[in-house]
């Protein structure tokens, strides 16, 4: 299992989820950027705006290697090696309140000491905490965990719930997922079982997310949910920009910042001391918005 | 000169600043929220939303004391310890693109070994920067140094423009101003004189944002101007909840997350790979958004 066949197969991922993306909107087109990583590498980027469900949207591919850089050597504990880092990552901001943003990442690394692990997830951002979507999301990723590995979809839900939480907020960034890092063959897995999993997951999106949309985009909504959604956009920056991992990872490492940074939403808004009105939907959706819900 | 005097002498500085802006602005009132830190302490926020001017201004005052938290005392190289400090903070985001986006901190700490210093600084995010305006805010912090030290504004300019970079972007936050930390007491400059030097720099806001305020308030501007705005603004967010010390130091110790993010502007927009058109108003104003400049 060489490393160029995984980012084959994820440059193929990414194909197949943009078309079902497209299709599923009806008008919008992602538009691609080529770019080329100075120290090694580059990447395929895939943006949609303003198409009629998907308000911004960026499905990214890239494959970037080279000498591992100072700040992760650190943060790993490593000695000097080279490297090399391959994934999709897609962020779905949709226009209408009633349609969640979503979330996906798969990403391959390696380094030259023979070390190489596989990482990802999928987790969901509903502006409305609806628990018929939540079951139904929850229940397709742990439908895929389930074929891999009777532990997987406990384990990664609960790391999920750590990874997506905002501290300061003391509330979590939407209903969670699944996440796991790490994941390196040893006696009972080899790299290709671990594969596999990992296209499980990547191959769950366009199923999982493609249902939420069809569900909820003739829902009606006016100015309170436009507004509501706007407060939740803002708690996403929040968590991009002061707590993401991949996010730091990616500025610290000066990958592409317009490519990093297509996780943002198109608007988003920050009212003083905000706080829904008591038995109000948005109301609801906070107290959601903790870990340990079992959805499944 | 105890602490006590140092944090009244702020408590009258956010009064002053209050009834000046109240005054700038017209309709607009400053909302105030007190409150209590659970390990110590506590302040006054005071918020102002949709003025006839101000779109989202926060003038904060707080004196917080307790144990040094773990975190702060490993980045300061300190052994246990207890501290006192205090200070003002304001970020005025206007309704009009014309109009700079304003920040000001003035703060005082103090820990029970005796160590105390000061820190603060003024700066300025315009949305367009105009060279006549850009060099009366310098020409106005130069003043205020030069009373003090010949050197200040030499000094605490370039403190500015390295402090307010974005690393990622490879541009300013705006077109800086003035920023110093650490200035303790020693044998050519007594405690007295320290904070004759910081109520300077706090007595300065005023005078200088309405000037901007008065000078602006009138000039026309459409959605372009307000499209390029909430791009500004998306910078704003990006320096404050990636970079800003303050922001990171406040959100670590458990502080008042509303009070903290009070900076974050009521609006924000990310585009992508948004670049204006060549010869643009906009595309000038990136080419000032780099340390060096000589405004004063």
């Not at 078309?19 to 770019?35: M, Y």
Request: hydrophobic share 35%.
């Amino acid at each position: 299992m060489e490393k160029e066949k995984i980012a084959d197969w994820f440059q193929r991922l990414q194909d197949s989820i943009c078309k079902a993306l497209e299709k599923a909107d009806g008008s919008g087109r992602f538009q691609e950027d080529l770019w080329d990583r100075e120290a090694g590498g580059g990447g395929r980027s895939r943006v949609m705006t303003t198409g009629s469900i998907i308000e911004k949207g960026g499905v990214n591919f890239s494959a970037v290697h080279g000498d591992l850089p100072l700040k992760i050597r650190e943060a790993l504990g490593l000695s000097k090696a080279t490297f090399y880092a391959t994934g999709v990552s897609i962020v779905i901001h949709p226009f209408s309140p009633m349609i969640p943003i979503v979330h996906m990442n798969v990403r391959y690394f390696e380094l030259s000491d023979g070390q190489c692990w596989f990482g990802g997830g999928i987790d969901l951002t509903p502006h409305y905490v609806v628990a018929e979507d939540a079951a139904f999301f929850h229940t397709q990723l742990k439908n895929a965990c389930d074929k891999h590995h009777a532990s997987y979809y406990k384990t990664f839900k609960a790391w999920a719930d750590d990874y997506f939480y905002i501290k300061h907020r003391k509330e979590t960034r939407g209903i969670g997922g699944i996440f796991f890092d790490k994941l390196t063959p040893n006696e009972n897995t080899n790299k290709e079982t671990l594969f596999r999993f990992v296209q499980e997951v990547g191959t769950a999106f366009s199923p999982t997310y493609l249902h939420l949309i069809e569900k909820n985009k003739a829902l009606p909504f006016g100015k309170k949910e436009k507004t509501w959604q706007m407060v939740r956009r803002g708690r996403y920056v929040e968590f991009n920009l002061v707590l993401d991992k991949g996010t730091k990872f990616g500025l610290d490492t000066e990958g592409r910042t317009e490519s990093i940074l297509m996780s943002l939403p198109p608007q988003a808004n920050w009212l003083y001391d905000h706080k829904p009105s008591p038995g109000s939907a948005e109301e609801q959706t906070i107290h959601f918005l903790q870990k340990g819900i079992n959805w499944a």
